[in-house]
């Protein structure tokens, strides 16, 4: 997956990727990954094509989670998509890399989460 999937900017030009109306943006605040992941892991047709057997309801459940329910009340700390799975270095929970692997996810839920400030 290229940079410019998330952070937008104009890959075709690279002089030009950070220019005013790329739609460049490097930092991706928090309030903004919920819908940045649902993008695509909500949207089934899209996913279908690459693997159907992954559910497409995560931006949904996240939505009636209790840390949405914080969230929307404006708690910065309470946990995201990336505070589970990262941003840059997502695998599927089998791999055992992952933050969501068995072996893994007590470390992560107890340390990764709450992470930084909005
Ligand atoms: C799947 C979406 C996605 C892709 C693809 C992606 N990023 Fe990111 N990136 C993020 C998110 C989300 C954050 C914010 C992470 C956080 O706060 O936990 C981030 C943060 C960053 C930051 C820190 C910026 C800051 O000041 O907060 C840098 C630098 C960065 N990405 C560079 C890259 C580069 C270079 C690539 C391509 C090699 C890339 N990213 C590809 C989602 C992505
Ligand atoms: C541009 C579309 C797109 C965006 C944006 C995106 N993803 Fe994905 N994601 C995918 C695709 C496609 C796969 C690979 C599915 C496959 O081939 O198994 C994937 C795979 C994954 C997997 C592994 C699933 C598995 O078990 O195989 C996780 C977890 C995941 N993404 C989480 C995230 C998170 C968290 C974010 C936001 C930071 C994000 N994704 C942003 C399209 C996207
Ligand atoms: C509190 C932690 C947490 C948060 C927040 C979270 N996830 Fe997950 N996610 C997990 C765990 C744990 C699994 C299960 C991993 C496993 O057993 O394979 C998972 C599984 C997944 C999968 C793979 C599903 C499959 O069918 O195999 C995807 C894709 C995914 N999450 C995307 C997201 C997206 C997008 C968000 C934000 C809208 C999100 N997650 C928020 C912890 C989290």
């Known amino acids: 997956m290229s940079c410019d ?3 937008g900017g104009n890959t075709q030009d690279e002089a030009r990727a950070k220019a005013a109306g790329s739609g460049f943006r ?3 605040s928090r309030e903004q990954i919920p819908e940045l992941c649902g993008s ?3 949207d089934v047709n899209y996913m279908t094509r690459f693997n159907p057997s992954l559910r ?3 931006l949904a459940q996240y939505h009636i989670s209790v840390h949405e ?4 009340k404006g ?3 309470v946990a ?3 505070d589970c799975h990262g941003a840059h270095e997502i695998r599927p929970g ?3 890399r992952s933050l969501v692997h068995p072996l893994n996810v007590a470390q992560t839920a107890n340390v990764a989460i709450p992470t930084r400030p909005l």
């Open 75 to 77: 708690d910065a700390h």
């Open 94 to 96: 089998s791999d055992p």
């Open 26 to 28: 490097g930092h991706i």
């Open 5 to 7: 999937i998330c952070h």
């Open 56 to 58: 497409t309801d995560q």
């Open 40 to 42: 695509c892991h909500a």
């Open 80 to 82: 995201i998509c990336t």
């Open 69 to 72: 329910y914080s969230f929307a």
